[in-house]
């Protein structure tokens, strides 16, 4: 039976006073296309399994990564190392990251950076930048504040909010996909994917990764999360570390 079936004639509705055929609905499948990866690391988890990086050894509970998603990267779909030279590559394999070029930033973005990546201590912004950020199109300073503008969003949300209440304790699969349906709009959470690693008898989750569809750097992050393809959530249960080898 079509549409125009099911509801009732103009003049009959108007008679009863009420509007029995509602609008249809469209309902999420997860089949749009994922463009770019956002992912976030849970900073003490990270630094559980790499305690001798120089931002886990600065690592306080005070500091904004104990409590907030960090910027591991921004990353374009099956594409990287765009126009980079053999032996920067090279120099980025073996985690020579110190030996590549500066990444230059305003001041303002840098100080940002600073803040919402402590891998910076590490130069991971020259290896995010070589590996994924040459292949965006977009220049350093726009390519890292694009970035940056979509994790401030993520951690005023109700995920950062979720993850911040649980330090020390669990999260659970429906717990965080509820999170970002309420964030992010209904079906936001089947883009995203837990990642988990063992740490003795504790499960700790390290990262999150979500997948964004097409935008410009001004899309608001909830629509560029409506806009990915589906993926598979990957750990069902993990605990939210707390600052400090457990």
């Known amino acids: 039976m079509n549409r125009r079936n099911n509801c009732l004639s103009f003049a009959l509705m108007l008679a009863a006073g009420v509007t029995l055929c509602a609008p249809l609905q469209a309902q999420d499948n997860g089949r749009g296309k994922t463009t770019s990866i956002l992912a976030v690391s849970w900073q003490p988890a990270f630094c559980e399994t790499k305690p001798n990086k120089p931002e886990c050894k600065t690592q306080t509970a005070d500091r904004y990564d104990a409590n907030h998603f960090a910027l591991h990267g921004l990353w374009p779909m099956r594409k990287n190392y ?48 070589i590996k994924h950020g040459t292949c965006t199109n977009l220049s350093q300073e726009d390519y890292f504040a694009e970035a940056i503008s979509l994790l401030d969003t993520l951690n005023a949300s109700k995920v ?63 629509n560029r999360i409506q806009a990915a393809g589906g993926t598979k959530f990957d750990c069902d249960q993990g605990i939210v570390d707390p600052v400090g080898l457990q």
């Open 82 to 129: 765009c126009g980079v030279d053999q032996a920067d590559i090279d120099a980025d394999k073996k985690g020579r990251w110190t030996d590549l070029s500066e990444v230059k930033l305003s001041a303002t973005t840098r100080e940002a950076l600073d803040k919402l990546m402590p891998g910076t201590q590490s130069a991971l912004e020259r290896h995010e930048w």
């Open 160 to 222: 950062n909010a979720l993850f911040a209440a649980q330090v020390g304790k669990a999260v659970t699969q429906d717990q965080v996909q509820s999170a970002f349906d309420e964030s992010f709009g209904a079906g936001a959470g089947r883009r995203v994917k837990m990642r988990c690693e063992q740490d003795g008898d504790r499960r700790i989750v390290t990262e999150l990764t979500i997948g964004l569809g097409d935008g410009d750097p001004k899309t608001p992050l909830a």
